[in-house]
């Protein structure tokens, strides 16, 4: 008989590192409508999880208040989490895509129980069949990454394939800037791709990421831009923000190309005054990979992230895009509380990833 509890971890109190704690909280409910029970099998560990376990994350300003329910009622426990990797279970009656015993990545909803357990309820929008060249630990490295910025780079910046045009990307040694970079180059084919990192090994895997070009941004960013040597037909009209938008903003805006576009995924206070963000006629957009589930879909095309993850999965099945997972660590509770604090020293490349194996989540 199946257990009616499962291993999870989580926090009762939102706070330091420490706070983290494996628990046996209740199975997730019967899955309805678009929603599948999937079998956890490998979780990955992204920035969002050190602001939201932190009690500190704000790109939705409400959203401490969406997830009070999860404190507030049975188990009082919040499962932190959003990457993931597994096995489907079971499916809801709406479900069209994917039906028991599929391996699958996805994204699980921002608002609700996360995937640092056993199981997990995700809604099959956010889903793709897990590329079958991967394992689970490299598969769930990848769903918010290059969900993320493949949103950034094609919805809200609109940079068409093939486009005679250059990218700045801040930061691209890190596991969003290293994604970026490889659809850049190897999915829309831009000739120029400009990174930032400052240390070799970062330096070096951005290289090998897709940057045709990196700049150290513990340096000055517009002088060294300035002496790159780049062809003049090729304008730089993108920059992509991974990294503190308010100190980047302004010099960005001094190096694009007059009609250029500024996407930023980084919440922060920042004024534009006194840049040339106008005089430029720059576009300043944000992208939050969130924001379709969280509004209700109003104004969204509902499938487009199944969509991109199956493109992906055939895309990293032909080679055409690499896996950036560059550390594995076990999936418990000491092992999710290393990888939050990797992150927070902030000094990892590419991506960490964590797989299920005996005594997982405990």
Request: a negative charge.
């Amino acid at each position: 008989m199946t257990s009616s509890t499962m291993k999870a971890v989580g926090v009762t109190e939102y706070g330091p590192i420490e706070n983290l704690q494996p628990r046996e909280v209740p199975r997730p409910p019967k899955p309805t409508g678009r929603q599948m029970l999937v079998q956890v099998k490998a979780i990955s560990v992204n920035p969002i999880d050190i602001k939201v376990r932190g009690g500190v994350y704000d790109d939705p300003p409400d959203y401490y208040e969406r997830v009070k329910p999860l404190m507030e009622e049975s188990p009082h426990f919040h499962i932190i989490g959003y990457d993931g990797a597994g096995i489907v279970l079971e499916t809801g009656p709406d479900v069209k895509y994917f039906q028991p015993g599929d391996e699958v990545y996805y994204l699980a909803p921002p608002s609700r129980q996360g995937t640092y357990a056993e199981e997990v309820i995700v809604d099959e929008r956010h889903v793709g069949h897990k590329p079958k060249s991967l394992d689970f630990v490299q598969a769930a490295a990848m769903p918010l990454t290059y969900g993320t910025a493949y949103e950034s780079l094609v919805d809200r910046l609109e940079i068409k394939e093939g486009e005679k045009a250059g990218i700045l990307i801040i930061n691209g040694g890190g596991g969003m800037g290293s994604v970026a970079s490889q659809i850049a180059r190897h999915v829309l084919k831009l000739p120029v791709v400009i990174t930032t990192a400052s240390r070799p090994e970062t330096v070096e895997f951005s290289k090998k990421m897709g940057a045709t070009h990196v700049l150290n941004h513990r340096q000055d960013i517009v002088k060294q831009f300035h002496e790159l040597d780049l062809p003049a037909d090729v304008p730089l009209k993108y920059a992509f923000l991974t990294s503190r938008t308010e100190q980047y903003l302004a010099p960005i805006a001094d190096i694009l190309a007059p009609f250029g576009k500024v996407c930023s995924i980084v919440q922060a206070r920042f004024d534009m005054y006194g840049s040339q963000m106008m005089s430029k006629s720059l576009a300043f957009v944000w992208c939050w990979i969130g924001t379709g589930p969280y509004h209700g879909y109003y104004n969204d095309h509902q499938e487009k992230h199944h969509d991109w993850y199956e493109d992906l999965s055939r895309r990293v099945d032909r080679g055409e895009v690499q896996c950036h997972l560059m550390r594995r660590l076990r999936a418990t509770a000491e092992g999710i509380r290393e990888a939050h604090g990797l992150i927070e020293e902030g000094k990892m490349v590419g991506k960490l990833a964590l797989g299920v194996d005996e005594g997982a989540f405990a």
